[in-house]
């Protein structure tokens, strides 16, 4: 009688007197079976990456910060994330394709390329990017549905970029979605996730997975090591990041053309 290794849910052998569980079994150097995870993914995966018609609902309607890990693979226009015309993470514009929040359509502009991976905040009124800051407002950024790899207004429009973690809080400081990169499946067939640590049973499934709803499929990024699993994101690229006076905060001008 052959064993239907699919059916198997746990392994476990005595060792020493202590029953032990079983992570995986191979046989002729072949793995045939690993012990199912119990979480709804396969692997944490470095990012995903829109290609340009993909983008996620994070089923948050009003927030007052963000974090987010991002690079862009082009200059051109983008809104990374937002709600409504006037709150969203975008480019300032074409002639100066840096990153800038819009908040209430005020301008708080950085002096850092879309194309450089950063780590980009506006907590409490403060725009930083890779922990230098440029620029704050009083308003919070909390109107409309929040939306990544596009701001709702674009909607279905959506915009190249790879995102590596995304965190949402609420105006208390409190985290509302703590989103890491993950796959289901693999090969070919992996598919790529947002997975909200912060609720593992909410999500339009109920198991804390928010995935594509655009057309396509997200690129998914290698799988996390163990040595990846310490940091979230890659480090950023060596440049001068002090802010520029002149650019760094004023009063909303023209609008940037990001759609």
């Known amino acids: 009688m052959s064993l239907a290794w699919s059916s198997v849910k746990s392994l ?29 993914y396969d692997a944490e995966v470095q990012y995903i990456e829109s290609t340009g018609t993909q983008y996620i609902d994070t089923g948050v309607a009003y927030f007052a ?15 990374a994330i937002g709600t409504d015309v006037r709150n969203r993470l975008t480019r300032i514009a074409q002639s100066a394709p840096n990153w800038q929040v819009l908040v209430t359509g005020r301008q708080l502009q950085s002096t850092v ?12 009124g403060i725009f930083t990017v890779n922990g230098v ?34 965190r949402l809080f609420d105006s208390s400081g409190a985290t509302v979605r703590d989103f890491i990169p993950v796959r289901v499946g693999s090969g070919a067939n ?7 640590r912060a609720n593992p049973t909410g999500g339009p499934s109920g198991n804390g997975l928010y995935g594509n709803i655009g057309s396509g499929a997200f690129v998914v990024g290698p ?17 001068s990041l002090e802010p520029d006076a002149a650019a760094t905060e004023s009063e909303p001008q023209e609008e940037p053309q990001t759609d």
Not at 13 to 20: F, Y
Not at 65 to 79: A, K, S, W, Y
Not at 223 to 239: G, N, R, V
């Open 12 to 40: 476990s052998i005595p060792v020493g007197g202590v029953s032990r569980d079983v992570q995986a079994v191979s046989i002729g150097g072949v793995t045939v079976w690993e012990k199912p995870s119990p979480l709804p």
């Open 65 to 79: 910060d963000f974090e987010i890990g991002i690079v862009c693979p082009t200059l051109n226009g983008i809104n």
């Open 113 to 124: 390329p879309l194309t450089t991976y950063c780590d980009i905040a506006y907590k409490g």
């Open 133 to 166: 800051q440029f620029g704050s407002a009083s308003n919070p950024f909390n109107s409309g549905n929040l939306t990544l790899f596009t701001s709702a207004h674009n909607l279905p429009t959506s915009y190249p970029a790879t995102v590596y973690y995304l």
């Open 190 to 196: 992996a598919v790529g996730y947002l997975y909200d």
């Open 223 to 239: 799988d996390k090591t163990a040595a990846s699993l310490l940091s979230s994101a890659p480090s950023p690229s060596p440049l």
